[in-house]
Every structure is written in C-alpha cells, then in structure tokens.
C-alpha cells in the first residue's frame, strides 16, 4: 500500500521567508512524518527555534497547480497564505509576477 503525505512548508514566522519545503511523499511507511524530524536535519530550521518558525500542513496535491506554474516565493505570517512568483511567458527578462496562490486557500 502505498501512503501520500503533503507538503509541510516552514517559514520564518516574522517576515514569511520560507526556510525549507518538504516536498510531497509517497511512500510504503504509514508512520513516515513521525519519524522524520526535520529540525534535526535542515540547516535552516536547526538554527532557529521551533518557536520562531510558522508550519503550514498541505494535503496531497494541494496548490499542485501553483506549484507547478510558479516558485513559492513567501507566506503572509498572518493569514498564513502563500504566495508564488510566477514567470510572465510574454515578457521573456522581466521580472516575474508575484500574486497569491490561484489554487485557493489553507
């Protein structure tokens, strides 16, 4: 059998910088997110305390197609909404566009 496990995205709970996306899982083990500690493995989370870091759970494929389209650029500390830079196709060397998630909300 095989288990889905979302994306945990950790970001700086001040500013909204994102520090470490884990990544969508697929995997046979039911109890990987509890064996996994990213804490203790993740430059940028073992330097700051779990206190000052903001976890967002996302199920499975959720946001897939922003994620897909575009680069997850920051998270609204308050409203804990992401946002994403998404390449302008017609303007080849501008910058891209940063807009909130087209996909919904958390």
Same mark, same amino acid.
């Given at each position: ?5 979302? #994306? ?6 001040? @500013?909204?910088q ?26 940028? +989370?073992?330097? #700051?305390?779990?206190?000052?870091v +903001? ?24 409203t804990?909404? +992401? ?6 196709? @017609? ?11 087209? @996909?919904?909300?958390?």
């Amino acid at each position: 059998m095989l288990f889905k496990f979302g #994306r945990i995205i950790y970001a700086d709970k001040f @500013s909204g910088q994102i520090l470490h996306d884990s990544g969508q899982i697929q995997t046979t083990d039911p109890e990987y997110k509890e064996k996994v500690n990213p804490y203790e493995t993740v430059t940028a +989370l073992t330097e #700051r305390s779990k206190d000052a870091v +903001l976890e967002i759970n996302l199920e499975y494929d959720q946001y897939k197609q922003d994620f897909d389209e575009g680069i997850l650029d920051y998270v609204d500390p308050e409203t804990k909404q +992401l946002y994403f830079r998404y390449p302008d196709p @017609s303007e080849s060397g501008q910058e891209p566009i940063v807009a909130e998630a087209v @996909s919904g909300r958390v």
